[in-house]
């Protein structure tokens, strides 16, 4: 059998149907193995979740293999994300590792397994995709945002450090704390406790709140806009090719009415 | 009198205004009875209790019959699921239960009686409807969110579980830690436990955090857009449907200015 | 002076612009003066603050007295459910109280004089009618959440009761611990404590607090769909009416054509 | 070299991409200087980041005169906010303080340079700017949720104040514990503490929370709709431009059917 038979043949394999389904099977099943091994469980199933991990493991080189060599191009194959994402999975859960601390590592690559669902339900795919191309539209309010992270957090660890350094320490442990003053976690026990010294200090919470609350609100907003813009885009881009399909215009109404005058004229002439 | 007539009656009945007001004022008086028995109360109270609740499930018993009746076609009834639901929660209650153990349930079966009210109320039943409509649209987005669930509380069982195993025991109790941290709720209590082991373990929460309040705010524009693409093609549909009525179209212009040409060109003719 | 000429004088000083801000500037005052109540203050102030006190409460007076003899009609004056509110504030403040427990209801009429604030200022008292328009759309919306609230606390109050008389005790307690739940309040506690009798209790928390998120979004949806169709429908009959002034319709050209057409037939003939 | 050469100059370095990108690049290091600082150093680094310290404050002195000679009408140059803004940073840290008081003041000031970020990127401005321009019109929602608070805030001191002095004491520290109360931040302690007095309390803070919710929604429902409309003006004035150039209109066919009408008519005689 020729290469080329047999690049149309996992071709043909890739894209069948049951094949596909078979494939989230497998990765439903590895996801469940995953879990399984977080409850505690006598050593022969240990020695059986084991066994079923290097299973799946083979069956992921098996068909990643089979993608690739699916490929007419094979530099194709590498410039997919995903492609590249699936690949370096498989890899690296075929080193063998037994050192107690890099087991964990191992496990950790395990559990993205679980990612490859992402990689091959299109739906899924497009979401993600989605989602990922709304987050540059959010650069600027981000940047803005941090921006009054640190500076909070600059003012914060040089008046509170003295008071609690658990909570403003140093800038980076501030700016922990102002995430957390964000999301109204216990931030009273935090203003309480600086309130004591500067009793003013419910300002600095207070306008904190206030401009990220803000901030939050407006970068909400925006993509909501954003997204409400585009559909309206698409809607009236649809109206004006239907108008077009085959409708008589105001355009094709004046030409024929500069017929109409220039025959008149010439008549009259 | 015939079978015919009886279900032509009974069809009147189960249309007729007073009786269905009649429905619903038991049916409030039924889930008064429900809240009623949750209060301490003197024995013979309780006995008076007991006896209104065999009355109301003999009314909703004589009710539902009245409905089945009502039916001219009997196999029509049971294609309605709130029907099959009535009728469930009547036959339920019907059961004599004197175990202390059954006795709950029971209990919880006369309780859900309260959603009768919805079942009542047609814009109740409308609102519902419409509630249950706009689930299957987030489907890929709620699969999406289980998975980032997942893998997070994989990853935490794995790590976490040594530290505290009441919040990281395994991978469900993992789940529900992480629906407590995308909650906000004592959020931080759970991180900085952590984060004394692993102090980099901040990035996990923070991530997570992230990632659930962006696919949640990405499922609640996406409703909005929904929605509003609906209202916007039904006024769309609408303005198209006025328009159309008896209004001259550019086409008709077209039509008009073709026959005048024509006229014009036989006689130049 | 005729009592004519006392109210058309009375009706011009009611909407002189400077008379409003003197009125508007009273109220600040009383608000400012309600709050300094709450401070502990020496007892020589005490005395100027009940004489500012019963300086406002004249004032007040002579102000509605000033609208109601402005009036021509003195029935239309108690047509508008601000004039009354204004009116009863004012009635029984001039109540003289010296009782203990009396003096906090009179303390409560006083800080009530804030909210002429509202009916003095339109743009609040439009504010506040459009936030009052808002409200009965939400009807039924609320309706089905009290119907959620009502089984989930007669549930709750059935089984957990035992564990927690305070959180579950009866069903009204029951509710309040509910809206707790909704607004994430140490909802984790509440949660903890039933799973220890039943570990599958997270079922009732998680759905509950699925329902009413998923409720409360529709809730918002809704009214904001509502604004912005109306919004639209007024713009679309700006357009219309704008469309419509001197401008042409493709009617018009229709009919000219019948002319034309009409004219060369004839000459046909 | 005249001034006005030197103007030229300045103008064009002012305008220089390396330029602006090496400022930026400074006021990203004072950042970071900034963020050092907080954490603890050996004294020869402190002597290090002091040094520095001058350093960006030189370079800042220097580039803000770039800036004001390169302006060819002075006056201009303090027309704009963030040019005063800039220029009075520069000068209080030119200022020598030795004081330790004075020091933590001196420290604030270095931190504010961060903003200076905000006023160098022209796309951190516009977005400031707009967030800016949205708080007008929230003005008298604003000004309605603060009479709530007040109002709120003045029974809760009368009645309270006895129970617990720290949440309740006054009317400030009461509005503070409102705004506690409006974030859920352990409202329930709060309430659960005042219902063992008055058992009806909870009236209060359910009313108080249901208040603020709804003014707070109708406030973001209110910028959505502005937002969005101001989107949609601006796509319509752009639909109506590019319907006006070059298209004939039904205006324009009229205007023929007139001459072609006349024409006509004028045979027929």
Redesign the interface.
Known sequence: MSSRDLQSRFDRLRSNKVFELFVVGIIIFS?LV??AK??PLPDYLHAVLRALDTGITLFFLVEISIRFFAEADKRNFFKSGWNIFDTLIVIVSLIPIDDTEMA?IG??IR??R??R??SIIP??RM??N??LK?LPQLG??M??MF?IF??YA??G???F?AINPDLW???SI?M?TL??VM??????DVMYETMEVYSLS?IYY?SF?FFTT??F??M??G???N???D??RK?RDEEELEANVG????????Q??????G???E??R
């Open positions: 996801a995953i879990g977080t409850y964990l496990r950790l559990i993205f679980v990612l669902m992402v739906e899924l979401l993600l989605s989602l709304a600027y309010v940047l803005l921006i640190y500076i600059a003012v660890s040089t008046f450090a320490g140093n800038i501030g922990l995430f957390r999301t109204f976690e216990d931030w009273t419910w207070l709140i803000f901030a609100l407006n909400i907003i993509i909501v806009v997204v409400l813009e559909e309206r809607i409708q008589p215009t105001i355009q094709d109404l004046k024929q009415l500069d017929a109409i005058q025959m008149l004229e008549k009259a």
